[in-house]
């Protein structure tokens, strides 16, 4: 988990927090960065085709008004 601006962590946690893989913790790799190895980048993509990172909001369903003319 990265810091954010709501983060009330002091500066050298969020530091350390910022360099490991969001994924398991591990020390990141520069390599497949912000990840610790290509596994880890992938189960991410995995997660992000599956549709298993979503913005709440409206659904995409028909709104009162929009009418086929």
């Known amino acids: 988990m990265t810091g954010d601006a709501n983060d009330n962590a002091p500066p050298e946690e969020r530091a350390k927090r910022a360099k490991v893989c969001p994924n398991c ?5 520069p390599r497949y ?3 610790c190895s290509k ?3 992938d ?3 995995h997660r992000w ?6 913005i709440p909001g409206e659904s ?6 929009d009418e086929d003319e």
């Open 39 to 41: 596994r880890c980048a």
């Open 43 to 45: 189960v991410d993509l």
């Open 49 to 54: 085709l599956k549709g298993g990172y979503v």
């Open 25 to 29: 913790g591990k020390p990141r790799d």
């Open 33 to 35: 960065d912000p990840f």
């Open 60 to 65: 995409d369903g028909e709104k009162p008004g």
